[in-house]
């Protein structure tokens, strides 16, 4: 009996010259040449083509005849090297080409509703999501979450090397951490309840006691807005840590994490970057950092838009102090650190030398908020006082209270959205590209019930 061939990836396939091998995966895409049958063969990691020529199998050529788009197959075949002149160099495996002497069906698929072979999919937004069973499969979309993938590990190796320790919050809460009437409220058991916008107070309790701590959680916002930038549930990827000495401390660790997400991206995601022709964004030695108010100033004398003591920057105002920073210094990026105490939650820190403004900080990235944090308030008499300004019920806040009560030295974290980061990084026009299943106002996948 012939001895069963282990399987090999499609990348591998070149590692086998003149040999035989066996390869499975889904037909990409076949082409009826009348004396050969060409298809192109995708499996985890890559694409290889496949020959079938009935002179060489009688059967495989008869099996071929037949098979479609998005056949799952077996193929026992000959890794053959490419003629000079035919090498595909955008392919792991474009310098060989597999000569098939056995194909196997694995299963059949129907017809598909759209071309899954062309390089890009060309699909309107909601076909591309009412379709993700499908969609998913194309090359293109996989990279996008290839990158984002790599982002997220990227963010856990980089804060394990620190010393933080990964902890998991709650997707329930009983209350609302970042203000504003943007939560989904849920039934639970009777009660009310909300899904967690942020794990803003639970990372600050388990910093007080793990002292550097960070986390990769959903969390839920009901923007009621439709915009490119906003999702109803985001990954967001958020540090906290203890011992600061000033919130530039924090400042410094969320630009050493970036420069590091983009260190892995553009060592490990080189194809992914090309399929999409992007560059990644330029981060300087020293990003720049300006205070709100500055940044204000710098639009209006260079733009000559006044939004001087606007409480925040707009979607406008991100754009325009992007692009100024990057014509003069070459950065991508920005930090905005000074924001009105009051218009920011009460758990941000206000600088003590200017208490009207805080020492919360956004870094910005081709004019898109990627992050925010800061520092916080740490002091447990100045924290009661905040939760009174902000006209908070203290007894509602006591379990986090709890922890300032009993020392807790200065501190601050940031929080990142996995979704932003790969949206920029990919250069894609709209955020829900970036979900593999976006919840926005419109959209929760109806199709996707077991009820009867
Ligand atoms: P913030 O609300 O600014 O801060 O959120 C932090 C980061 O999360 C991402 N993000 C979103 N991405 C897509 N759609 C949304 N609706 C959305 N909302 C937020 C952004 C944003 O910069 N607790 C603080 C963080 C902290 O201070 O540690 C917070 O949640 O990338």
Same mark, same amino acid.
């Given at each position: 009996?012939?001895?069963?061939?282990?399987?090999?990836?499609?990348?591998?396939?070149? @590692?086998?010259?003149?040999?035989?091998?066996?390869?499975?995966?889904?037909?990409?895409?076949?082409?009826?040449?009348?004396?050969?049958?060409?298809?192109?063969?995708? @499996?985890?990691?890559?694409?290889?083509?496949?020959?079938?020529?009935?002179?060489?199998?009688?059967?495989?050529?008869?099996?071929?005849?037949?098979?479609?788009?998005?056949?799952?197959?077996?193929?026992?075949?000959?890794?053959?090297?490419? $003629?000079?002149?035919?090498?595909?160099?955008?392919?792991?495996?474009?310098?060989?080409?597999?000569?098939?002497?056995?194909?196997?069906?694995?299963?059949?698929?129907?017809?598909?509703?759209?071309?899954?072979?062309? @390089?890009? =999919?060309?699909?309107?937004? /909601?076909?591309? =999501? @009412?379709?993700?069973?499908? #969609?998913?499969?194309?090359?293109?979309?996989?990279?996008?979450? +290839?990158?984002?993938?790599?982002?997220?590990?990227? !963010?856990?190796?980089?804060?394990?090397?620190?010393?933080? &320790?990964? !902890?998991?919050?709650?997707?329930?809460? $009983?209350?609302?951490?970042?203000?504003?009437?943007?939560?989904?409220?849920?039934?639970?058991?009777?009660?009310?309840?909300?899904?967690?916008?942020?794990?803003?107070?639970?990372?600050?309790?388990?910093?007080?006691?793990?002292?550097?701590?960070?986390?990769?959680?959903?969390?839920?916002?009901?923007?009621?807005?439709?915009?490119?930038?906003?999702?109803?549930?985001?990954?967001?990827?958020?540090?906290?840590?203890?011992?600061?000495?000033?919130?530039? *401390?924090?400042?410094?660790?969320?630009?050493?994490?970036?420069? &590091?997400?983009?260190?892995?991206?553009?060592?490990?995601?080189?194809?992914?970057?090309?399929?999409?022709?992007?560059? =990644? /964004?330029?981060?300087?030695?020293?990003?720049?950092?300006?205070?709100?108010?500055?940044?204000?100033?710098?639009?209006?004398?260079? +733009?000559?838009?006044?939004?001087?003591?606007?409480? *925040?920057?707009?979607?406008?105002?991100?754009?325009?102090?992007?692009?100024?920073?990057?014509?003069?210094?070459?950065?991508?990026?920005?930090?905005?650190?000074?924001?009105?105490?009051?218009?920011?939650?009460?758990?941000?820190? /206000?600088?003590?030398?200017?208490?009207?403004?805080?020492?919360?900080?956004?870094?910005?990235?081709?004019?898109?908020?990627?992050?925010?944090?800061?520092?916080?308030?740490?002091?447990?008499?100045?924290?009661?006082?905040?939760?009174?300004?902000? +006209?908070?019920?203290?007894? +509602?806040?006591?379990?986090?209270?709890?922890?300032? %009560?009993?020392?807790?030295?200065?501190?601050?974290?940031?929080?990142?959205?996995?979704? %932003?980061? #790969?949206?920029?990084?990919?250069?894609?026009?709209?955020?829900?590209?970036?979900?593999?299943?976006? %919840?926005?106002?419109?959209?929760?996948?109806?199709?996707?019930? #077991?009820?009867?």
């Amino acid at each position: 009996m012939a001895q069963k061939l282990t399987r090999v990836l499609s990348s591998e396939a070149k @590692d086998f010259i003149d040999k035989e091998i066996m390869l499975r995966g889904w037909v990409k895409i076949r082409r009826d040449h009348g004396k050969l049958i060409f298809f192109d063969l995708r @499996d985890r990691n890559g694409i290889v083509q496949v020959i079938v020529n009935p002179k060489v199998s009688e059967d495989s050529y008869k099996v071929a005849q037949d098979i479609r788009a998005e056949y799952a197959v077996e193929v026992v075949g000959r890794v053959n090297k490419r $003629p000079e002149g035919t090498v595909n160099k955008d392919l792991a495996s474009g310098t060989v080409e597999i000569e098939a002497i056995k194909i196997k069906v694995l299963a059949e698929a129907e017809t598909l509703p759209f071309d899954m072979g062309a @390089d890009d =999919l060309n699909l309107e937004l /909601p076909t591309l =999501l @009412d379709h993700r069973s499908l #969609t998913l499969r194309h090359p293109k979309i996989q990279a996008i979450f +290839k990158v984002q993938a790599v982002i997220i590990d990227a !963010f856990r190796e980089f804060f394990k090397q620190e010393g933080f &320790f990964e !902890f998991q919050a709650p997707s329930v809460v $009983p209350a609302v951490a970042e203000g504003g009437a943007e939560v989904f409220a849920v039934d639970y058991f009777g009660h009310k309840a909300y899904l967690s916008q942020s794990p803003q107070l639970y990372k600050q309790i388990v910093m007080s006691a793990f002292e550097r701590v960070f986390s990769v959680n959903k969390i839920f916002r009901a923007e009621p807005s439709v915009t490119t930038r906003h999702l109803a549930e985001v990954v967001s990827l958020d540090a906290e840590m203890a011992f600061i000495d000033s919130w530039t *401390d924090v400042k410094d660790m969320a630009e050493q994490v970036v420069r &590091f997400i983009l260190q892995r991206v553009e060592k490990e995601c080189t194809n992914e970057l090309r399929l999409f022709k992007v560059g =990644l /964004p330029q981060m300087i030695d020293k990003t720049p950092n300006l205070s709100l108010r500055e940044a204000q100033e710098k639009i209006y004398k260079i +733009k000559g838009r006044d939004v001087r003591g606007q409480k *925040d920057l707009n979607p406008e105002d991100e754009r325009e102090i992007c692009e100024i920073i990057k014509r003069e210094t070459g950065s991508d990026f920005v930090f905005i650190y000074g924001y009105p105490t009051r218009h920011k939650p009460f758990y941000v820190y /206000p600088n003590p030398d200017e208490p009207e403004y805080n020492e919360g900080m956004d870094l910005l990235c081709r004019g898109l908020e990627w992050l925010s944090g800061g520092r916080r308030v740490n002091d447990y008499q100045q924290l009661k006082q905040h939760v009174k300004l902000w +006209k908070m019920d203290p007894k +509602k806040i006591s379990m986090f209270l709890e922890a300032f %009560r009993y020392g807790v030295p200065p501190e601050g974290g940031f929080a990142f959205g996995a979704e %932003r980061i #790969t949206m920029q990084i990919l250069q894609l026009s709209n955020i829900r590209e970036a979900s593999m299943f976006p %919840r926005d106002m419109e959209r929760v996948d109806e199709r996707l019930s #077991t009820q009867k």
